[in-house]
């Protein structure tokens, strides 16, 4: 594989003209894609942003495990696959669209609060 791999990779990083200087190209190639490329880690909402736009019209604005809408008590967000800060890489085969609650029940354990249409006392 590569000397360093979960390492900066100084051009690529150039190249790729991010706005904040927090975000970056690693030498770690991303498991398993088609074609190979090299995982991006970004910051700094200009960057997530646009990555969290792209993510969610992918996925057509709908949760990718219940498949609903955005609703104003669960709204949408760009959830991460993996589970260590090397494998949590945001390139697009890692990033999926779920409801707040969704995503708290299905990949933290519930840990994020109550299931869709269930009130706080019913959870307790």
């Known amino acids: 594989m590569h000397n360093r791999p979960f390492k900066k990779d ?5 190249a790729a003209r991010f706005r904040s200087k927090y975000s970056y190209i690693s030498r ?14 970004l910051a700094g909402l200009d960057d997530i942003g646009v ?3 792209l993510v969610f019209s992918r996925d057509k604005f709908r949760c990718v495990d219940c498949g609903g809408t955005e609703q104003f008590d669960d709204p949408l967000e760009m959830a991460h696959g993996g589970n260590t800060k090397i494998s949590r890489c945001d390139c697009m085969e890692n990033l999926k669209t779920k409801h707040h609650s969704c995503h ?9 609060g109550v299931r869709r249409g269930e009130s706080q006392e019913a959870s307790q």
Do not use: L, W
């Open 10 to 14: 100084e051009v690529a990083t150039k």
């Open 28 to 41: 770690r190639m991303h498991p398993d894609s088609n074609p190979p490329h090299q995982c991006e880690y």
């Open 51 to 53: 990555r969290r736009c």
């Open 104 to 112: 708290g029940i299905n990949d933290h354990s519930g840990r994020f």
